[in-house]
């Protein structure tokens, strides 16, 4: 069975843009979250969506969103990009039901 | 406010020997808990998994002990293998929610 899948890898933004991330889960999996990870702050949880809702949410402001499609693939968007938005980015998906998640390989953002 | 703390960043074993990484908690709600393996620049890979009504699990080189009375638990890989060097991190989780709570992590280094 294929991985949970993240595009792009590597990604360079200047301030003030914004950007979106992809996520493919593995199938069969209908629940989607994603994390940020910095040095500073360690890995932190960004949102959980399953079957299209929101269903949980980390403490990030709001120009940070998500969501998730009826194939259960999900982007996150982040607007109006800072400096400190710089992370490497990560998906995780698992089945309802179970607690453990797999993660993708992430997105390095650098925003310059 | 950290839940989850590693309190060693770093961990030296020589191969064949046994690895101890440990990670404490303060919420005495969490009902399950995670080890997680990674590399740089990838995403973090699933190890093995323990839940709260249970004292340990175990598999192959690697076990997992609760021990919910202290809050505390730890992951013993035996033996250790110069491949097991990555950071470590545990994590926990809530009611099945999609959040997970990372530690810090642990830089597990095993030397030949």
């Known amino acids: 069975k294929a991985g949970v899948t993240q595009t792009p890898r590597y990604l360079i933004k200047t301030r003030g843009q914004q950007v979106t991330l992809s996520c493919s889960p593995i199938s069969g999996h209908r629940s989607v979250s994603w994390y940020q990870q910095t040095p500073g702050q360690g890995l932190q949880f960004l949102f959980e969506y399953f079957s299209e809702t929101q269903r949980n949410k980390g403490n990030f402001p709001g120009r940070f969103s998500g969501r998730q499609f009826s194939n259960s693939r999900s982007e996150m968007n982040v607007s109006t990009l800072e400096l400190g938005d710089s992370a490497l980015y990560l998906c995780?998906?698992?089945?309802?039901?179970?607690?453990?998640?797999?993660f993708g390989p992430g997105t390095r953002l650098t925003v310059t | 406010d950290q839940q989850v703390k590693q309190n060693s960043p770093s961990l030296s074993v020589q191969e064949g020997r046994i690895s101890i990484l440990n990670c404490d908690y303060t919420n005495s709600m969490f009902d399950y808990f995670l080890w997680y393996k990674k590399y740089p620049a990838e995403g973090p890979t699933f190890l093995i998994s323990?839940?709260?009504?249970?004292d340990k699990n175990e598999d192959g080189r690697f076990t997992v002990f609760l021990n919910k009375s202290a809050k505390h638990l730890s992951l013993h890989i035996v033996p250790s293998q110069p491949g097991d060097s990555a950071v470590y991190f545990c994590a926990a989780q809530l009611n099945q929610g999609g959040k997970l709570i990372f530690g810090q992590g642990t830089e597990l280094s095993v030397k030949p």
């Open positions: 323990i839940s709260s009504i249970k």
């Open positions: 995780a998906s698992r089945l309802d039901g179970t607690y453990e998640q797999y």
